[in-house]
């Protein structure tokens, strides 16, 4: 296993319409996080599952966005009429019980 | 409201001396802390941490203290290469997810 994997790692798209990202945890990992980077910022918490079941959800992830992990494995991060404040690195994690979390190499979402 | 801050954007450092990478936290219910390293167009990467039942922990050429009375930790990179050039994440959470970042503060090693 190379670690935790993103695809894709860019995308551009125009304003108000839809993207999914893919997230590849670790795979012994059952922890998985989606985080969000604007500049000059760090990242920031968006949504934690713990196997399929989505625990926690920030007030950040606007009706807009959805994510899933239907099996407990990989996860998809969707954005519904995308607006040009969503342009942003969307980083994923994963982690289990007693690691921290690693972190993949992020998409580049931009809202054009 | 940032309840952690990192108040130092940039900092340079010879190569060889030793680079002080500071972060202070607001949130006493913090138990965990962590450092990570990011590079361009790459995810963080982690780097240290520390419980909060320690002040201390070393790993290498990098050492975190933790002050919980003034709710500030450093990473002490010593000695600095050029090769740790890149921007410091601290990070903080209560128990083990959900980590809330810093703003980061880019360190540039001089050769």
């Known amino acids: 296993d190379t670690g935790v994997s993103q695809d894709p790692r860019h995308k551009i798209t125009k304003r108000g319409q839809n993207v999914t990202f893919r997230c590849d945890p670790i795979s012994e990992h059952n922890r998985l996080y989606w985080y969000r980077q604007t500049l000059g910022q760090g990242p920031e918490f968006l949504t934690y599952f713990q196997n399929e079941a989505q625990l926690e959800k920030s007030r950040l992830l606007s009706d807009r966005f959805s994510a899933e992990r239907p099996k407990g494995s990989f996860s998809t991060l969707e954005i519904q009429r995308t607006e040009q404040g969503d342009s942003a690195m969307y980083l994923c994690a994963s982690s289990s019980r007693d690691t921290e979390a690693f972190f993949g190499q992020g998409t580049r979402l931009t809202v054009v | 409201d940032q309840q952690v801050k990192q108040n130092s954007p940039s900092l340079s450092v010879q190569e060889g001396r030793i680079s002080i990478l500071n972060c202070d936290y607001t949130?006493?219910?913090?138990?965990?802390f962590l450092w990570y390293k990011k590079y361009p167009a790459e995810g963080p990467t982690f780097l240290i941490s520390i419980s909060s039942i320690k002040d201390k922990n070393e790993d290498g050429r990098f050492t975190v203290f933790l002050n919980k009375s003034a709710k500030h930790l450093s990473l002490h990179i010593v000695p600095s290469q050029p090769g740790d050039s890149a921007v410091y994440f601290c990070?903080?959470?209560?128990?083990?997810?959900?980590?809330?970042f810093g703003t980061g503060t880019r360190l540039k090693v001089l050769a």
């Open positions: 949130n006493s219910m913090f138990d965990y």
């Open positions: 990070a903080a959470s209560e128990g083990t997810y959900k980590y809330i």
